[in-house]
């Protein structure tokens, strides 16, 4: 196990994104967001690529692109809530750093996704449906490749953010900033 990167995974809503901006500023890492760099290669939006190309083909370019990150060094890694679903995906995951899981609720997942709903696979006739089906088909996953979880449904982001920073301190002996 190695931590030259923090690698966040969870379901959607779970906060990766915000937890990792967070994370990068406190401890002065880079921030990379697999989603963001897939919408700069592709030229388009997450849900224009579902639409266009397909779910798949999505896929392949999350694979592509967490496969290209190998690099990094001292970067907080936030990854889409899908990632977890290939196992060549998973492998990645946990040679590119220590990875988290970023856990929650299925009431509070649905109320976070519930203020966005520009997420592709949440387009359907009930969304509060969809998100519990594909949370129990998933919730194994995370919990195999994250090597700690938090469950983030009662916390504030600066109280997440904390956990996480004690707990790779603790892992990893860092003193004081790494
Ligand atoms: C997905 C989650 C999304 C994005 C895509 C697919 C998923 O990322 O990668 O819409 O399969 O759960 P967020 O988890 O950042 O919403």
Not at 121 to 132: D, F, G, I, Y
Not at 163 to 172: D, K, S, T
């Amino acid at each position: 196990m190695s931590c030259q990167n923090i690698v966040l995974i969870g379901f959607m809503g779970s906060g990766k994104s915000s937890i990792g901006r967070l994370l990068s500023k406190k401890l002065g890492f880079q921030f990379v967001d697999t989603d963001r760099v897939i919408i700069e290669r592709a030229g388009m939006e997450i849900s224009d690529i579902f639409a266009q190309h397909g779910e798949d083909y999505f896929r392949d370019l999350e694979s592509t692109t967490l496969a290209s990150l190998a690099h990094l060094r001292r970067c907080i890694i936030a990854t889409g809530g899908g990632v977890v679903l290939r196992e060549a995906n998973r492998a990645l995951l946990s040679g590119l750093g220590f990875v988290v899981g970023l856990a929650a609720d299925e009431e509070v997942i649905f109320e976070r996704v519930s203020r966005n709903a520009k997420r592709p696979l949440l387009q359907t006739e009930n969304p509060r449906e969809t998100v519990r089906r594909i949370l129990n088909e998933r919730l194994n996953l995370y919990e195999a490749a994250a090597q700690f979880t938090v469950d983030t449904s009662q916390l504030t982001y600066e109280q997440i953010a904390e956990i996480i920073i004690n707990e790779v301190r603790r892992a990893f002996q860092w003193q004081s900033a790494p």
